[in-house]
């Protein structure tokens, strides 16, 4: 069963007035209950509007560190806002890699500034420096501002609400939009395309790829999308409770006793704080008017949270390693990029105001239900397409409390699709049997991870839910193995950390 890919999108391309049976079948497509559309690739009117920002961010003139910014506009609306870095090695060949952060409602800029950018702001240090883990070393690295309303992307065309599927359709017409775009005498049109989301883009990226994976041939082979990356990936919060509870309750399960609550602090997140969140998250799936942030965040959720966790115990839920005031080093990091981007906003081609997060957005995506639904399915029925060859990797740190490794674990473990069986034999040896992710020079462990067919799962020692913060180069270094950017022998820049002690 397969969708044209601009089906998802053709209606939100021209502007204000989105005809419902877009929405309705892209919703259908998500849910693999839409035969194929017969809508062309020439349909589509988006295009790339952009500048060279190269010499504010890297302060050079140098032709191998260049890049393009700018957004994708249609016929009556300036949409997405987009950060192109391109490869340092071979452009014309190396693969793209578009980078999504999550939230929902966080600019992928912060990504790019702050985590895997050429040049980024370390904690503790005033302005923009070489960063020794770039992603486009050897890749064409993309960064988006996505959903609308994020960042530098405009808000949202009239009528439009916060859902996944508005969210595929913007992407995939950026991609398409990307493959016929020339760079001043570069293309992107033959490359092999990645996708990275990290927390709650896995929903963005799990749904791009299903939607791909479904579209017809002529659109399937002119994005050339190969596989996908999730980092510490948000994908059901039901199944991401039962993480959060074994990593702070259970005994057998814990890495550390200074994580684990008392007893009776346990026995109420079972009994009363689970249950409650539970069936708020699942009134909401049954009913849209259930999913206000009052009713879920506030009502039902609060009890059993992480930040609730961090209040009790004062630990980082984002890395359990740290005690630490909240965010206290990522808010003087967040303060420096935001007056950087809005010091050149007409320079980098942009428009209006830049923030790191946007409520707005996030405020939307809740109560649209958008925010809590399974993503975990639109991965089980990708990997269950016929002639799938779309990869995934799938990985989390296991410091990491915002989305356990535990929960991800569980979640591949319980993916429907033909290999289910053999995930789930692998997943339930020993980790000891699981085979070692290892660092090319050093040969020193930094994970483990199972493998079947085109499905990956990975975890990752002592990395909390930001990667780069301690496991920059291991991480970087697995995605590109992953994705074929890396060959046989060391990275460049191979500087890997080795101050870490489990």
């Not at 919703?27 to 809508?39: F, I, N, P, V, W």
């Not at 916060?162 to 991609?175: K, N, P, R, Y």
């Not at 206290?328 to 007409?346: G, H, L």
Request: hydrophobic letters at 40%; proline letters at 5%.
């Amino acid at each position: 069963m397969k969708l044209t890919a601009l089906a998802l999108f053709a209606g939100l391309a021209l502007g204000a007035f989105i005809p419902q049976t877009v929405l309705d079948n892209a919703r259908a497509a998500q849910h693999g209950c839409l035969d194929r559309d017969s809508l062309s690739l020439n349909d589509t009117v988006g295009i790339l509007n952009f500048v060279d920002p190269s010499i504010l961010y890297e302060d050079t003139d140098n032709p191998n560190k260049k890049h393009w910014s700018g957004y994708l506009t249609t016929t009556s609306h300036k949409g997405i806002f987009f950060w192109l870095q391109k490869s340092q090695k071979n452009p014309k060949t190396d693969p793209i890699l578009v980078y999504l952060n999550g939230g929902p409602g966080a600019s992928s800029m912060y990504g790019m500034m702050i985590q895997w950018g050429s040049r980024i702001v370390p904690y503790g240090v005033d302005g923009l420096i070489p960063n020794a883990n770039n992603l486009n070393e050897r890749a064409n690295v993309i960064y988006i501002d996505n959903p609308l309303g994020v960042g530098f992307s405009q808000p949202p065309r009239a009528g439009e609400v916060g859902t996944v599927e508005q969210s595929t359709a913007d992407l995939i017409e950026f991609l398409l939009a990307l493959r016929g775009t020339d760079f001043k005498g570069e293309t992107f049109a033959d490359q092999a395309l990645h996708v990275f989301g990290t927390s709650f883009a896995g929903h963005y990226v799990s749904a791009l790829a299903l939607a791909v994976g479904s579209a017809d041939k002529p659109t399937r082979d002119k994005l050339k999308l190969t596989s996908i990356i999730l980092g510490n990936p948000a994908l059901d919060d039901l199944q991401a409770e039962d993480g959060v509870y074994q990593m702070i309750c259970e005994k057998s399960l814990t890495l550390s006793p200074d994580w684990l609550l008392s007893d009776a602090e346990c026995k109420t997140w079972h009994e009363e704080s689970i249950p409650k969140c539970r069936a708020a998250i699942l009134a909401c799936r049954a009913k849209v008017s259930e999913c206000s942030s009052q009713k879920i965040t506030v009502d039902g959720c609060s009890a059993s949270s992480p930040f609730n966790y961090w209040q009790q115990r004062g630990l980082d839920p984002y890395d359990l390693s740290e005690k630490r005031p909240w965010q206290t080093d990522r808010k003087e990091n967040i303060k420096w990029v935001d007056a950087w981007f809005n010091k050149f906003v007409s320079q980098i081609g942009a428009e209006g105001t830049w923030a790191i997060f946007q409520p707005k957005v996030r405020d939307a995506f809740r109560a649209s239900g958008a925010a809590y639904q399974d993503s975990s399915v639109k991965l089980a029925r990708l990997l269950s397409l016929e002639g799938n060859t779309i990869k995934v990797l799938a990985y989390a740190g296991d410091f990491d409390l915002m989305t356990p490794f535990l929960s991800l674990k569980k979640i591949i473990r319980g993916l429907h699709w033909p290999r289910q069986q053999e995930v789930q034999a692998q997943l339930d040896r020993p980790e000891t049997s699981y085979l070692p992710l290892e660092t090319t020079n050093l040969k020193k462990t930094f994970g483990n991870f199972i493998e079947v067919g085109p499905l990956r799962y990975a975890r990752i020692y002592g990395a909390g839910h930001m990667g780069n913060e301690k496991r920059a180069a291991e991480i970087k270094e697995m995605v590109y193995k992953f994705i074929g950017a890396l060959p046989i022998g060391k990275l460049d820049s191979d500087k890997l950390e080795n101050d870490w002690d489990l």
